[in-house]
């Protein structure tokens, strides 16, 4: 059964993407109108030739065959000399950061509609129906503030390492930023969820998009000091210190618990540097913790102190929120692995299929516990599934980009993903989700999602049962 839990959906035309971007809507229908006969014939046989010969030969032939010169030669958009093809560019940009086109000006993080609208709102989401690959643009990063962002002078910002008694860490130590950046470094792709991310779901409001089903997530490339280097430095006793907290200099008072046993790994960074260059102040500037595989809450931003220690702490950020109330009415606490989870980007929530024939199903997958080992692809709400390709380089703990080829019919669809991991963990659906965690969590939903493909073309949030 469907059920359609639609909500306030933003006008389709935001949500749209290329090629209507590039071509405008008109021009797209003339191109398709014009090219109907000749490129139905090809996308028959795209389907045959994507199952033979895999993507790649499909993508070369429509090439070949896409975009036919019109009958009449009439596109002005060919035939009429643009004033960028005749006239002088504008000179190198040196005034200032450099900046998308303003035709992109639609790609932005929003806030929820499914959540109240606040002046001072405390989360944004990433707009994953507009990103290729598998990073997410620095201004396109998802945001989650318990109070507010800074933007904090890095001459003035101290990191202190010290333990809950003089035994546990025997220097404590107080860096400058200037003295962290002279450490080794590493520089690792990893993928940062809020643990609320699809959170609404498990309520039955169902967000229109996947800017809003799944855009806590974002993933960058990290640069920073391993937590284990500035410890080794302060002197830190392993065999009793087994926990960390990291403390936040904003005024949330955020703390989160560590297990020494990440830190240990040296996966553990105190991170400075973000797709090549300093954090954004709204995502920790200058300095912030890399947690890879837990949830967003641990990666405390504005980081100004690591305390070292024998047992959890218990801090108001744990007891009381990110924990799951499970169907007995205990409680989970700690459950910060974010469990392996996908979702299809294209098409989803809100964009519109042109007219029947070729697709390009893509979407994202990744998994807390390490690698994401396949992706799964139903476009009948489960009953079959196709192995999709997953885009190099799978990394550990950080996005991966998978893709499948699709001939859509112009019959409702219904196009889910199932991503398993490393491990063998095989994503879930709702009703194996709610058999184990119950119907009133709001943290940590990693199941299937389902998006309708309407015979308009229109794509809906959709849940299946
Ligand atoms: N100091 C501090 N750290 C913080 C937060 C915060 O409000 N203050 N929010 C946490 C939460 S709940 C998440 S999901 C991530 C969000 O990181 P981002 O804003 O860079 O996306 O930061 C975490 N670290
Ligand atoms: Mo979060």
Redesign the pocket.
Known sequence: MVFDRHVAMPSPARLRRAPEGFLGREGVATVLREARDGRRDFLRGAFAAAMAAGAAAVADRAAAQANPVPADGGDPNILKLPEHSTGLGRPVVTDGYGLPSKYESNVQRRQSPGLTQTAQASVSFAPLQSLFGIVTPSGL???????GWWDIDPGRHRLMINGSDERIVRKPMVFTMDELMRLPSVSRFHF?E?GANTGMEWGNVAVPTVQYTHG?I?CCEYTGVPLRILLDMAGADYKRGRFVLAE?A?G?G?TRTVPMELVERGEVLVAYGSNGEMLRP???YPLRLVVPGVQ??S????LRRIEVGDMPWGAKDEVMHYIDLMPDGLHRQYSSIQECKSVVTTPSGGQVLLDKGFHQISGLAWSGRGKVRRVDVSVDGGRNWRTAQLQGPVMDKCLTRFTLPWVWDGKPALIQSRATDETGYVQPTYRQLRAVRGTRSIYHNNSIQTWLVQDSGEVKNVQLS
Not at 141 to 147: A, D, I, S, Y
Request: charged content about 20%; glycine content about 12%; proline content about 0%.
């Open positions: 990063h998802f945001e989650r503030h318990h109070q940062i809020c806590m974002s936040g904003d949330s955020m709204e995502n920790g967003g809450v990666w405390v931003k504005y």
